[in-house]
C-alpha cells in the first residue's frame, strides 16, 4: 500500500487518560500492546525463538478502556493459528484480564472473544420483561513477524479474508496491518456466515484524543467501505444494529442489538 503522511502514536497506554466517546454503550473489544510482534531470539532468555504481545479487554463506553468485564457477562477467548488450529485461551480473572501470549512461528493469528448473551434493562410495570437482548463479539488481527522489519514482507496476501464463524463477524477485504494512514479499508459483515445488510460500520483510533470516527452502512452484500484517517497506531472497526424482537424473544424483551468489533494496527514505517 502507498504510504500516506501520518503521525506517530506514542505507546498505547499513554491513550489511557485520553479517551475517545464511543458510540455504543457496553461493546467488547480486545487490546493488544503489539498487534505485529516479531520473533526474538536470545541464547539466554529466549533460546526458543518467539514473540510476545499481551492481551487486555475494552468493555464499556469509552476507549482504548472503560471498565472491567465481570464473571457474570464474560464468555471467553481463543486464538486462532496460521493453521487453522484453534486454541482455548485463560484470561486473567481480574481487572482487564490481561494475560501476556507467546507465539514461536511466523504468521497471521486472530484472537476472538465473545460475551454471554444477555437481557438488559428491566422495563418498569412489566415482570421478567427487557429493553434489550445482547450479542457481543471481538477479534483482533495480529501479524507474527519473522524479524523486525516492516512493512510486512512477502506477497500482498490477506490471511484474514477467511471468516472464523462468529455468529455477527467483521471480514477485511485487506489485511489491515499492511495498512497505512490515508488507506480505505473495506470489510464485510456477516451474521451466521451470509452478509448482513444495514449494520452501521464505524472505524476509530483507538488512542488520538482528537480522532475522528467514520461511519457507514453495510450494503446488501454485507460491504462497506472506511478510510482509516491520519494516525498510526491501533484501530477499530464496529458493525452494530439493533431490530425489533420478534419470536420467543418478543416475550422477553423489546429489541435485540448484535454487536462485533475488530481491532488491529496500522504500523509505523519510518521514512528511508
Known amino acids: 500500500m502507498k504510504k500516506k503522511a501520518g503521525k506517530l502514536m506514542a505507546g498505547i497506554f499513554m491513550g489511557l487518560g485520553l479517551m475517545v466517546s464511543q458510540v455504543f454503550a457496553h461493546d467488547l473489544w ?26 487486555y479487554f475494552g468493555w464499556g463506553h469509552s476507549y482504548p478502556v472503560a471498565d472491567f468485564i465481570s464473571d457474570r457477562v464474560w464468555g471467553g477467548l481463543e486464538r486462532i493459528e496460521p493453521d487453522g488450529s484453534r486454541i482455548p485461551m485463560e484470561v486473567g480473572s481480574e481487572g482487564f484480564r490481561a494475560l501476556r501470549v507467546d507465539m514461536h512461528t511466523p504468521g497471521a493469528r486472530v484472537f476472538a472473544a465473545h460475551t454471554k448473551p444477555a437481557f438488559y434493562g428491566p422495563v418498569e410495570g412489566k415482570k421478567d420483561f427487557h429493553q434489550i437482548y445482547y450479542e457481543k463479539y471481538a477479534k483482533a488481527l495480529v501479524s507474527v513477524l519473522p524479524q523486525r522489519t516492516l512493512p510486512l514482507d512477502g506477497p500482498d496476501s490477506n490471511p484474514f479474508a477467511t471468516p472464523i464463524g462468529q455468529k455477527v463477524e467483521i471480514v477485511p477485504m485487506v489485511n489491515p496491518n499492511r495498512l ?57 472497526v464496529t458493525a452494530s444494529r439493533s431490530f425489533p424482537a420478534t419470536g420467543e ?17 496500522l504500523p509505523f514505517v519510518p521514512e528511508i
Request: hydrophobic content about 40%; charged content about 20%.
Open 180 to 236: 497505512q494512514p490515508g488507506d480505505s479499508l473495506e470489510v464485510r459483515v456477516l451474521v451466521d456466515g451470509k452478509p448482513a445488510a444495514d449494520y452501521e460500520v464505524t472505524a476509530s483510533n483507538l488512542v488520538a484524543p482528537n480522532a475522528r470516527t467514520e461511519k457507514t452502512r453495510s450494503n446488501a452484500a454485507g460491504m462497506a467501505k472506511l478510510t482509516l484517517e491520519e494516525f498510526y497506531g491501533p484501530w477499530i
Open 249 to 265: 424473544k418478543a416475550l422477553k424483551c423489546e429489541s435485540i442489538s448484535y454487536t462485533a468489533t475488530m481491532t488491529f494496527a
Open 30 to 55: 480486545i487490546n493488544m500492546t503489539d498487534y505485529t510482534p516479531a520473533l526474538w531470539q536470545h541464547a539466554k532468555y529466549a533460546p526458543t525463538p518467539r514473540a510476545k504481545t499481551v492481551v
